[in-house]
């Protein structure tokens, strides 16, 4: 079931609420998906303190139930309100789920007891296996809060060239309620406060892009918040305090003109598919400033498993790419 609600009373603002309600069974791959192994993957234990290689367990789950969800929603947009396009929109939304589809992806002291078959460790108490297959969740809440502005910029032109412009985007989204229940009796997990695992509260992401003749630059930034895990119920000196994080990534584009256009001395792009024989090449750069996941522990000790390798080996990456239609 659907309800939606839209009122516009002025040409550039519109109001919106809805509410959804629905039934959603099981995918096939969430059900009967092979049992396999996957790759080893670093993990903080959070029981022991301790950053270890574990296997996950991967396949499906022929017990999932259907999952029943309600969601609550409200906006508010305007735009345009310059010369610019300027666009802004607030949104609210409210989730809450039963029999949710979930997963255990990390090790905390409240997931472990309330699923101590799904946690294997060895005869020392090292963590070696965590079995990710899907699982129903008895309940979950989730509210969020999220804003977006987008915007274009003119930019100069020359006598034969088409309008440009320089195209922004910025979205931001705050975590207000993150909670959930596996099973009756399992206790509440509160990840925005950090048991059962955190979660960063604040995420954002920027993305500008333009083009010119046959030339195009993107650029996009991302960030999250720090946040903390607990071991406990409360704060600690063993909690993990994960850092916050950035990346920025570029990509440079052109078009390649075809022999003929060459021969004219075009520099502009070719209005016709058929005529863009002469291909593209893409140069990318992923996370220019070689940045990498930092935490430490509640006391500030430094972390194990967060080393400058631990989460992410590679770093900085090139990629240069041709393109072309035969």
Do not use: C
């Amino acid at each position: 079931m659907d309800l939606d609600l839209n009122w516009t009373p002025i040409e550039a603002l519109r109001l919106n609420a809805g509410y959804a309600t629905a039934n959603a069974a099981p995918t096939t791959d969430q059900l009967y998906a092979p049992l396999v192994y996957g790759d080893p993957v670093a993990v903080f234990d959070l029981v022991t303190g301790q950053a270890v290689q574990v296997t996950p367990l991967l396949g499906g789950n022929p017990d999932l139930r259907a999952q029943r969800s309600d969601r609550l929603s409200a906006s508010v947009s305007a735009g345009p309100l310059t010369k610019t396009g300027l666009f802004l929109n607030l949104s609210y939304g409210r989730n809450e789920t039963q029999d949710g589809v979930g997963q255990l992806t990390e090790s905390t002291p409240a997931l472990e007891a309330a699923f101590p078959e799904r946690f294997i460790r060895d005869a020392e108490g090292r963590l070696t296996f965590i079995d990710r297959r899907p699982l129903n969740l008895a309940s979950a809440t989730s509210e969020d809060l999220s804003t977006s502005v987008s915007l274009a910029l003119p930019l100069p032109r020359g006598e034969d060239e088409e309008p440009q412009s320089l195209q922004i985007n910025l979205n931001y989204a705050y975590r207000l309620t993150d909670r959930s229940r596996f099973g009756p009796g399992a206790p509440v997990l509160d990840r925005i406060a950090g048991v059962g695992g955190g979660l960063p509260r604040q995420t954002l992401f920027l993305n500008a892009e333009t083009r010119r003749g046959r030339w195009s630059l993107s650029t996009s930034a991302r960030w999250q918040a720090g946040y903390r895990s607990l071991r406990g119920d409360a704060t600690g000196p063993d909690d993990l305090v994960v850092d916050g994080f950035a990346a920025v990534d570029f990509r440079l584009g052109v078009i390649l003109l075809p022999s003929e256009l060459r021969a004219q001395g075009s520099t502009a792009a070719p209005r016709s598919g058929r005529l863009a024989g002469g291909g593209q090449i893409t140069v990318e750069v992923q996370n220019a400033f070689d940045t990498r996941p930092e935490a430490r522990l509640g006391d500030g000790r430094p972390a194990p498993g967060y080393g400058r390798d631990d989460h992410d080996p590679i770093g900085r990456q090139f990629r240069i790419q041709f393109a072309k239609r035969f």
